[in-house]
């Protein structure tokens, strides 16, 4: 009945996909064709927006990695691509499967900027330049939250310790994204709770419900 609604035009149907959680890997290829690649991140979306990233994805198998690696070092090499991309995948009983492609860098590599050695950005920026890659090691468990619709208690945030706050001077609006946070921790059990305080401070987002253990 919907199809004849829309009178029988062409259309792309995607099947549902059970999987157990929604994941990311950012890389960057130079120039020369040197790659690297970052920790897998696993992020939480609510109404198609990213709410949370934590990197490295917790209780990730290292085939896993692995095997992300191998996908977008593919994707990176056939398209002769020059800079950082996301790609972004569900983890399914059967593997890993490709959600999406972004050919940038990435709300998902946020995280980067305080909890790897070199962040995505820079990495982007070595890459166009001819220079070589910055190591891509996380520095500690990381947690990206987005700030989205209204700032919050921006004076709160900035009182909690190893808690990183980046705004983009956007007018806000709901839905748009004004900026984000990172909380980096020593363990992944201090970064549930670390993470669990910031949001707090800021309205509309939801609860962070990892399990970081």
């Not at 040197?34 to 290292?62: K, W």
């Not at 996301?86 to 492609?101: K, R």
């Not at 305080?114 to 500690?140: C, K, M, W, Y």
Request: hydrophobic share 40%.
């Amino acid at each position: 009945r919907a199809w004849g609604e829309i009178g029988h035009s062409q259309l792309v149907v995607e099947s549902f996909i059970r999987f157990r959680r929604e994941l990311s890997i950012i890389a960057v290829r130079g120039i020369d064709g040197e790659t690297a690649c970052y920790p897998m991140a696993e992020n939480m979306h609510e109404n198609g927006i990213l709410r949370f990233s934590v990197a490295p994805a917790p209780q990730l198998d290292p085939a896993t990695q692995t095997r992300a690696e191998e996908m977008v070092q593919l994707l990176l090499k056939e398209l002769d691509y020059v800079g950082t991309l996301a790609l972004e995948l569900f983890e399914t009983d059967d593997g890993l499967l490709a959600n999406e492609m972004a050919p940038r860098v990435h709300n998902s590599g946020h995280w980067t900027q305080d909890g790897a050695v070199t962040s995505q950005f820079e990495n982007h920026v070595r890459a166009i330049a001819g220079l070589p890659l910055g190591n891509t090691q996380h520095r500690s468990p990381t947690c990206m939250i987005n700030i989205i619709g209204e700032t919050g208690d921006i004076p709160g945030l900035l009182k909690l310790p190893y808690t990183h706050l980046h705004l983009y001077d956007k007018q806000p609006r709901p839905g748009r994204k004004l900026g984000h946070v990172n909380i980096c921790a020593d363990s992944y059990e201090e970064l549930g709770w670390r993470a669990m305080n910031a949001a707090s401070l800021l309205p509309g987002t939801p609860e962070f419900r990892y399990s970081v253990t």
